[in-house]
């Protein structure tokens, strides 16, 4: 099974972390004008990855509608995606308190990217999402993710409530957002193992997701405004993990 990432910075990831995963590069003709893809090709001679040389037309054709920026690769997906049984052994190697983010049906390519990008200069170790209603790692959230959906463990579960009883398992408080709580973001500790929940933006979390938070909070908004974007409340909520554990 492959899937196609573009871009010049998430192909760029791909070939310094994992370029056993790239079956073929698809550069735009005029690459050896452009020093940043002369040296995406350099790299992928190195690695022994096939090239193909191709018209804007053709290049455009594989990811129609899309800003490649001169770049396709096609990768082995299989390779990529971590599942459920990989939780374990990501919070065993995690450097510091474990932080895991978890997207309760963000449908979104854009939103998701956005969160994968944040999440990733956060320093979140996994994010969590369920398989329904929930966005796959496509070409456009890897774009917009700028390469953290390369590096980041996306992992789509069957029963995210299931799911979250065995991270609470393993030592992780479960930090959830909503509208409906007095308590704010920052009347909780954030020091230990921690993950933070965040609901779509149409519906928020689920009930049974809810339930199964160990704190709910909310963030303050003085403004007019009744919610956030899900990227920017995921961004708001991680960084105040930071803040309390740098």
């Known amino acids: 099974?492959?899937?196609?990432?573009?871009?010049?910075?998430?192909?760029?990831?791909?070939?310094d972390n994992n370029p056993d995963e790239i079956s073929t590069i698809c550069l735009q003709e005029n690459y050896v004008k452009n020093r940043k893809l002369s040296?995406?090709?350099?790299?992928?001679?190195?690695a022994g990855i096939r090239m193909l040389v191709l018209k804007r037309k053709q290049l455009d054709g594989h990811v129609p509608n899309a800003n490649h920026q001169g770049v396709v690769a096609?990768?082995?997906?299989?390779?990529?995606?971590?599942?459920?049984?990989?939780?374990?052994?990501?919070l065993e190697n995690a450097v510091g308190s474990p932080l895991i983010l978890i997207l309760d049906q963000i449908q979104d390519p854009h939103n998701l990217g956005a969160c994968l990008r944040t999440a990733k200069a956060a320093g979140v170790h996994a994010v969590l999402a369920p398989k329904d209603n929930s966005v796959s790692l496509t070409a456009v959230v890897k774009k917009v993710a700028c390469g953290a959906a390369e590096t980041l463990p996306y992992i789509q579960v069957t029963n995210l409530a299931r799911s979250?009883?065995?991270?609470?398992?393993?030592?992780?408080?479960?930090?959830?957002?909503a509208l409906e709580t007095e308590r704010t973001i920052y009347d909780v500790?954030?020091?230990?193992?921690?993950?933070i929940v965040v609901g779509s933006e149409g519906?928020?979390?689920r009930r049974l997701i809810k339930a199964q938070c160990?704190?709910?909070?909310?963030?303050p908004m003085p403004g007019d405004m009744e919610?956030?974007?899900?990227?920017?409340?995921?961004?708001?909520?991680?960084?105040?993990v930071v803040r309390q554990r740098l």
């Open 189 to 195: 500790d954030y020091k230990g193992s921690t993950a």
């Open 203 to 205: 519906a928020g979390m």
């Open 1 to 15: 099974m492959s899937s196609k990432i573009f871009g010049i910075h998430v192909v760029q990831t791909v070939l």
């Open 164 to 177: 979250m009883k065995k991270l609470q398992a393993m030592g992780v408080w479960i930090t959830g957002t």
């Open 74 to 90: 096609f990768i082995d997906a299989s390779n990529v995606l971590p599942g459920e049984n990989d939780l374990e052994t990501i």
């Open 214 to 219: 160990d704190y709910v909070v909310k963030i």
């Open 39 to 46: 040296a995406i090709a350099k790299h992928a001679k190195r």
């Open 227 to 240: 919610s956030l974007n899900a990227s920017v409340a995921a961004g708001i909520c991680l960084f105040e």
